[in-house]
């Protein structure tokens, strides 16, 4: 079963997450990073309430464009990861890029965001944690 259509060229999806929904075993959700090459990052969730025969359309929680100035520095987000509480309540937690191109040395942040609909609609994303990036190069 196919959740999303990308094109798989200028369209991937990156790092899914599945949720089941413990109050409701036929209710999944699905978060995602869509990344599209020539306009815009975002993170997604699909649900499905018939244990994944039939999907709904995404919902964008958060999403970076590229910018139209090509030395303007690029935000992204990526890596989300999506939870279903005892009540039905759907959380999202995924990690905000400020200007990650070209890298300068900034925080990034944890953000959260969370849903009472079944995932219909998200409120919006809150920074819960800033992190000090490592791994990269600090001019």
């Not at 200028?10 to 020539?38: H, K």
């Not at 999506?82 to 995924?94: E, H, L, N, R």
């Not at 200007?99 to 942040?109: K, S, Y």
């Amino acid at each position: 079963m196919q959740v999303v259509s990308l094109d798989g060229n200028s369209q991937v999806a990156d790092n899914p997450w599945l949720a089941v929904d413990p109050s409701d075993t036929q209710r999944l959700y699905l978060s995602y990073t869509q990344i599209d090459f020539l306009a815009c990052n975002s993170i997604n969730v699909v649900s499905s309430s018939d244990g994944g025969k039939k999907w709904g359309a995404p919902v964008i929680i958060d999403q970076e464009c590229f910018p139209t100035d090509p030395t303007a520095l690029q935000n992204t987000v990526a890596g989300s990861s999506v939870t279903v509480g005892p009540d039905g309540k759907v959380f999202v937690a995924y990690e905000f890029f400020p200007g990650a191109l070209p890298n300068p040395p900034v925080n990034n942040e944890i953000k959260f965001a969370s849903s009472i609909n079944h995932g219909a609609a998200f409120s919006k994303p809150r920074t819960v944690a800033n992190l000090v990036p490592s791994g990269t190069e600090l001019n």
